[in-house]
């Protein structure tokens, strides 16, 4: 499901031509620090000078989760008063040549422009949510159905920002009529070509429907198990066509699933045991790569070049203990480290046994 969320939102920004001229202007600013030890040291100088703070500033909209963009979008906001600041001092540094003083010139009326701010404003509110949401579906713990309620959730929170902006894109509009944000000065630029707001929310909504398709079959089955979605008063035969085919479909004993779902009917603030199969089943099933991807980022952290010629089942058995095993604070040693003494070398013995010597060598040892 992450993954189709990265794909709902590409969608989106491929849709929406202004939103590519904000990745353009972010995918610049990344470049200009990352790319620069002078250009960062200068905007550290430019943050202590308007009392801001600074964070990483990265790619936006990009292959990288959408946590990684709003990240991005982030420290662009936190760092907004410091980047104008050192705009403003790079373009009137005489050691910089013509053609560099002209390019910070044209960041500087980029950051002094209210629709950029609100651009910034909109992006933030909405990657937020998203970013929320990305987190939330790679959680050890999230199932099909809670899963299935946090996307349908999240759309109705950014169908809700069509008719009342978000926190920050708010915050943006007062220092647009303002025309003041902190100690940046605001003007309007006509170059420029404003997000519509709307237009991209919609776009949103429009491709995460499509790329996170709701009208699955196991998911209709599967939502029986959640108490909310019953009528008000529910048959007691409520339910009965989606616990069969879910039975079918992971080889449980039907009679028993369906005495459980009776059960549950009857009381449903308690989790009946002959349902608990069922349930089990469903929190088995993934909601996305995220765990995967985990176990290949442990691996590379087990695995290095310092360690290339260690076994398969080496390998594994860190890959276990990583994953599964104990935090440090609850692991007792003492009986491993006992273990370990009683059938291996300590450091002190030596590598090898020596040899007994012969007493019958002794006179050809004197010649010698």
């Given at each position: 499901m992450n993954h189709r969320l990265e794909l709902a939102v590409n969608d989106a920004v491929d849709e929406v031509q202004a939103v590519n001229h904000f990745?353009?202007?972010?995918?610049?600013?990344?470049?200009?620090?990352?790319?620069?030890?002078?250009?960062?040291?200068?905007?550290?100088?430019?943050?202590?000078?308007?009392?801001?703070?600074?964070?990483?500033?990265?790619?936006v909209l990009n292959t990288r989760w959408v946590a990684s963009s709003f990240r991005s979008v982030k420290?662009?906001?936190?760092?907004?008063?410091?980047?104008?600041?050192?705009?403003?001092?790079?373009?009137?540094?005489?050691?910089?040549?013509?053609?560099?003083?002209?390019?910070?010139?044209?960041?500087?009326?980029?950051?002094?422009?209210?629709?950029?701010?609100?651009?910034?404003?909109?992006?933030?509110?909405?990657?937020?949510?998203?970013?929320?949401?990305s987190q939330q579906l790679q959680a050890h713990s999230i199932t099909l159905l809670r899963a299935e309620q946090l996307l349908k959730r999240t759309i109705r929170v950014l169908a809700s920002f069509k008719d009342s902006p978000g926190e920050k894109l708010e915050e943006a509009l007062k220092a647009q009529a303002l025309g003041q944000f902190g100690s940046v000065s605001l003007e309007s630029n006509a170059k420029l070509m404003p997000i519509n707001t709307k237009q991209f929310l919609q776009s949103l909504i429009n491709n995460m429907e499509k790329r996170l398709s709701f009208k699955d079959e196991i998911l209709h089955d599967l939502s029986i198990l959640d108490s909310s979605t019953w009528p008000s008063t529910p048959g007691i035969r409520?339910?009965?066509?989606?616990?069969?085919?879910?039975?079918?479909?992971?080889?449980?004993?039907?009679?028993?699933?369906?005495?459980?779902?009776?059960?549950?009917?009857?009381?449903?603030?308690?989790?009946?045991?002959?349902?608990?199969?069922?349930?089990?089943?469903?929190?088995?099933?993934p909601?996305?790569?995220?765990?995967?991807?985990?176990?290949?980022?442990?691996?590379?952290?087990?695995?290095?070049?310092?360690?290339?010629?260690?076994?398969?089942?080496?390998?594994?058995?860190?890959m276990m203990i990583s994953i599964n095993g104990p935090p440090v604070s609850l692991f007792e040693p003492s009986k491993y480290v006992s273990t370990w003494l009683r059938s291996h070398r300590s450091a002190t013995q030596a590598r090898r046994q020596s040899t007994p010597q012969m007493p019958e060598y002794k006179q050809i040892w004197k010649v010698l």
């Open positions: 990745k353009v202007f972010m995918d610049k600013l990344h470049n200009l620090y990352s790319q620069s030890n002078k250009n960062s040291r200068e905007l550290m100088e430019a943050a202590q000078e308007v009392g801001s703070q600074v964070l990483k500033i990265g790619r420290a662009v906001w936190r760092s907004y008063e410091a980047l104008n600041r050192h705009f403003e001092n790079a373009a009137g540094d005489q050691t910089r040549n013509g053609k560099e003083r002209q390019t910070y010139r044209g960041l500087a009326r980029r950051m002094q422009s209210k629709e950029f701010l609100c651009d910034l404003g909109l992006m933030y509110d909405a990657l937020s949510e998203l970013s929320n949401l409520h339910g009965e066509s989606q616990v069969k085919p879910l039975c079918r479909r992971f080889n449980l004993c039907q009679e028993q699933a369906v005495n459980g779902m009776r059960d549950f009917i009857e009381h449903p603030e308690s989790e009946p045991e002959c349902l608990k199969p069922l349930i089990h089943c469903m929190q088995t099933i909601c996305s790569t995220a765990e995967c991807e985990r176990g290949f980022s442990l691996m590379n952290i087990v695995y290095t070049d310092q360690r290339s010629r260690m076994l398969l089942s080496s390998v594994s058995n860190l």
